[in-house]
T-cell receptor, first 114, second 114 residues
Framework: DTGVSQDPRHKITKRGQNVTFRCDPI?????LYWYRQTLGQGPEFLTY????????KSRLLSDRFSAERPKGSFSTLEIQRTEQGDSAMYLC????????????FGDGTRLSIL | AQSVSQHNHHVILSEAASLELGCNYSYGGTVNLFWYVQYPGQHLQLLLK??????LVKGIKGFEAEFIKSKFSFNLRKPSVQWSDTAEYFCAVRGSSNTGKLIFGQGTTLQVKP
């Protein structure tokens, strides 16, 4: 169990730029989640993949956000035309399909918009 | 809509003091409940989880939580805290969605003074 890996750890960009984050889940975990966490708040659900299928998207995920998991392994989250309000920690989590299993979280990518 | 409420935003205790962090959720169906901890600079880690059975759940590092269905509560307890328990604590519920997404509370920052 090598844990959930996220890259980069920190991204600083100017408003209006596009950014892409990567998540490598624990191998053999076919369920993958993206969350967003702002200062002083708990993580908020963004989207969910089962294998390569994106099965749920939160209303928080505006049209500027897109997520993919092309081969059912790693996932990417892209934000286009970033805005100040996108500054947050973006967390990825994965879990197996077995019953009663918890989600395992990565260290997150902290996005700072200048 | 499901929600989770953590009553204490910031708790300061001395070492050896007892801890109880409140968590209430709003959902009338079958729920799975979790407490996650985030130590400074680290990722979210699972402290304990409740799926069914004994409502008193024991987790890692001497933590426990009690599920009281009639009160929609899942409070976290530890009889004697240590300085190393300084962290942010999040209560979460996994409920009606087949995706297994988690709904988090806003978190409680625990500061333990040596």
């Amino acid at each position: 169990d090598t844990g959930v890996s996220q890259d980069p750890r920190h991204k600083i960009t100017k408003r209006g730029q596009n950014v892409t984050f990567r998540c490598d889940p624990i191998s053999e975990h076919n369920r993958l989640y993206w969350y967003r966490q702002t200062l002083g708040q708990g993580p908020e659900f963004l989207t969910y993949f089962q294998n390569e299928a994106q099965l749920e998207k939160s209303r928080l995920l505006s049209d500027r956000f897109s997520a993919e998991r092309p081969k059912g392994s790693f996932s990417t989250l892209e934000i286009q035309r970033t805005e100040q309000g996108d500054s947050a920690m973006y967390l990825c989590a994965s879990r197996s399909d077995r019953a009663n299993q918890p989600q395992h979280f990565g260290d997150g990518t902290r996005l700072s918009i200048l | 809509a499901q929600s989770v409420s953590q009553h204490n935003h910031h708790v300061i205790l001395s070492e050896a003091a007892s801890l109880e962090l409140g968590c209430n959720y709003s959902y009338g169906g079958t729920v799975n409940l979790f407490w996650y901890v985030q130590y400074p600079g680290q990722h979210l880690q699972l402290l304990l989880k409740y799926f069914s059975g004994d409502p008193l759940v024991k987790g890692i590092k001497g933590f426990e939580a009690e599920f009281i269905k009639s009160k929609f509560s899942f409070n976290l307890r530890k009889p004697s805290v240590q300085w190393s328990d300084t962290a942010e604590y999040f209560c979460a519920v996994r409920g009606s969605s087949n995706t297994g997404k988690l709904i988090f509370g806003q978190g409680t920052t625990l500061q333990v003074k040596p």
